[in-house]
């Protein structure tokens, strides 16, 4: 039997309180890396150790919580890994082994900081590598268990503790959820221990999020849940900011009653986390001690708890079209540079007078500033009828913007998304503008996959499951087509539920195209841009990266002269015909706002399918 589990079986175990806000408090700044503190100043660490072995703490975490190679490389001390966390670790071991008492030290591992796939480009095995980094090297500095904690996501903790098992197989592992306070936490409690309990870990827990009436709820879902033992470190409430700086307001003797109800709840360890220090942990140990050393009352494993059903919202009307084998056809729609979108809206009446059902609007296309999409798109359903198909780009967006701006727009019926990665900012109107990109499309097809599961981006419940109608994109054109397709794959199996393509001319495209088809198995909305001109023709195929138009088509409209525009349209038909029986709809792409050669595309393409 390990030391962790004997402690625990002798009554309620008391970690320690707050590693940051505690050095803060101090005197560390609050843009200094308080894990290179165990290198330049590791008294100023040890003593925090001293003082809440003082004040009770049966177990002490190492300063580590951000030391892997994503948190130090924000310092740029990504190589000194193993060197700050071994010191954080012999820190520790000093502090407890001068105490006199027999104290635990717990090796802290925090997330990476990163998205992981499939929402975020860090792979998983590059995770697992950098889990496996650390907490080897806390391992070797002596700890006598792993604490990970303020995970946010259930995927990223699984990965972690499969890490800690495969390098520390004899380390016991205490593994902690951040819980959303406005999420459902009796699903995600459950979540979290059908993930974890089969995993051998030693603790299942939460910590961070808010204060101790929020985790009062939480464990009150992870007993009822069937965790076996449950650990809870909450902050000290909610902070608030004072004169530059974030302080708890939570009083030790508030603390410590909320302690006792947590164990009374069914906790079997309880600590601190922001905003907690040495005077809370003592007022903890005094209000502890007082409860005896009995098993207190809890609720035993149970299946999971009894969560009413989501429900899913109508799905769009592209769904049920494409679902039906219909052939629908799209057509784009630019939002205006300025704030007035009466000439967008006017095309898109015109459009459906021509007989089109949907409309493409366009995300800052070519990273040109321009009307928001999702305000396009809900004035265009909203003062039309037009069903929107909305373009949507990460590289203006954060992960929580990402959601939020899903969420609005799920909320103003728009239900058609097209995931796009978005072009960079250097080729547009603000080449300095700073991108994003904390996803890639395959990320964001993630999280809209995600939302009609009814859960976030880290597998949290969100309530009633969206019904997004999810789009990606793929270029026939592409010189390295495989490559391609490996992408495209890629966005299909995170959820992708529809293809539009690159506009494209040449017949070898087509028989791509038909290839591709054939091999996704899911409809596909051809890209047609009827041509204007030969000097248009000419730009497209040679400035616009994944644009070829054949020679023989530039040729034509050379000798067209004024009647290229003319000719384009029947350039533009003839392709849909020929296309028509591999694709299940196309996107018509007007150049120049051209809203009238679209509509007339459309309306000689329906006299083609009937």
């Not at 819980?179 to 051998?200: R, S, Y």
Request: hydrophobic fraction near 45%; charge should be neutral; proline fraction near 6%.
């Amino acid at each position: 039997m390990d030391r962790l589990t004997k402690l625990i079986e002798k009554g309620p175990v008391l970690l320690d309180g707050a590693m940051g806000t505690e050095l803060n408090a101090r005197g560390a700044s609050a843009g200094q890396c308080l894990e290179e503190l165990n290198l330049v100043q590791p008294a100023l660490v040890l003593g925090v150790h001293r003082d809440y072995i003082a004040a009770g703490a049966d177990i002490i975490e190492t300063n580590s919580f951000r030391a892997n190679r994503f948190g130090l490389g924000d310092f740029y001390l990504e190589e000194r890994v193993r060197e700050i966390n071994l010191a954080a670790a012999r820190i520790a071991v000093e502090a407890r082994n001068n105490s006199g008492r027999p104290v635990l030290v717990a090796g802290s591992v925090g997330p990476l900081g990163r998205p992981m796939e499939p929402v975020g480009a860090i792979k998983r095995s590059s995770a697992e590598r950098i889990f496996a980094e650390q907490v080897q090297a806390l391992v070797e500095g002596g700890v006598d268990l792993l604490v990970l904690e303020t995970f946010t996501s259930l995927g990223e903790l699984e990965v972690a503790v499969e890490a800690a098992r495969r390098v520390a197989p004899d380390t016991p592992v205490m593994a902690h959820l951040s819980f959303d306070d406005e999420a459902n936490p009796a699903q995600a409690a459950a979540a979290l221990v059908q993930a974890l309990d089969p995993m051998g870990v030693a603790a299942i827990g939460a910590n961070c999020g808010g204060g101790p009436n929020a985790a009062l709820e939480v464990t009150g879902h992870l007993a009822a849940a069937g965790a076996r033992t449950i650990s809870v470190m909450p902050n000290a409430g909610l902070p608030q900011r004072v004169g530059g700086r974030l302080l708890y307001t939570t009083g030790p003797d508030y603390f410590a009653e909320a302690a006792e109800r947590l164990v009374n709840a069914g906790a079997r360890l309880v600590g601190g986390c922001c905003g907690t220090g040495p005077r809370h942990i003592a007022m903890m140990r005094k209000r502890l001690s007082a409860l005896g050393t009995a098993p207190r009352a809890r609720l035993g494993p149970t299946a999971s708890p009894e969560v009413p059903g989501a429900e899913t919202a109508p799905r769009s009307r592209l769904a049920r079209e494409l679902a039906q084998e219909r052939f629908a056809v799209s057509v784009e729609l630019t939002p205006p540079r300025g704030i007035d979108p009466r000439r967008m809206l006017e095309g898109a009446r015109l459009l459906k007078e021509a007989g089109v059902d949907y409309a493409n609007v366009t995300d800052s296309a070519m990273a040109r500033l321009r009307m928001g999409v999702i305000s396009c798109a809900a004035l265009v359903q909203q003062q039309v009828g037009l069903e929107a198909i909305a373009h949507f780009t990460c590289r203006d967006r954060n992960v929580m913007a990402i959601q939020s701006e899903l969420i609005g727009a799920h909320a103003l019926g728009i239900r058609n998304i097209l995931a796009l990665r978005g072009d960079p900012p250097r080729v547009g109107d603000y080449p300095n503008a700073t991108p994003v990109w904390d996803v890639n499309a395959v990320g964001l097809i993630t999280i809209l996959s995600n939302f009609n599961r009814g859960l976030d981006a880290n597998g949290t419940p969100i309530g009633e499951r969206a019904s997004f109608h999810i789009g990606a994109a793929v270029n026939p054109s592409a010189e390295d087509l495989e490559k391609e397709l490996r992408l495209l794959r890629r966005k299909l199996a995170a959820g992708a539920d529809f293809i539009v393509t690159n506009p494209i001319y040449e017949e070898a495209a087509l028989d791509r195209l038909q290839a591709i088809a054939a091999d996704t198995r899911v409809p596909v909305l051809v890209g047609v841009l009827p041509l204007l001109s030969v000097r248009q023709a000419e730009y497209l195929h040679n400035e616009v990266p994944g644009m070829t138009v054949p020679e023989r088509l530039r040729q034509r409209l050379e000798k067209a002269g004024d009647r290229a525009a003319e000719l384009g349209v029947d350039l533009a038909v003839e392709f849909l015909d020929a296309a028509r029986s591999h694709v299940q709809g196309a996107y018509v792409i007007p150049a120049a706002a051209r809203y009238d050669l679209a509509a007339r595309v459309v309306t000689r393409t329906r006299e083609l399918v009937g």
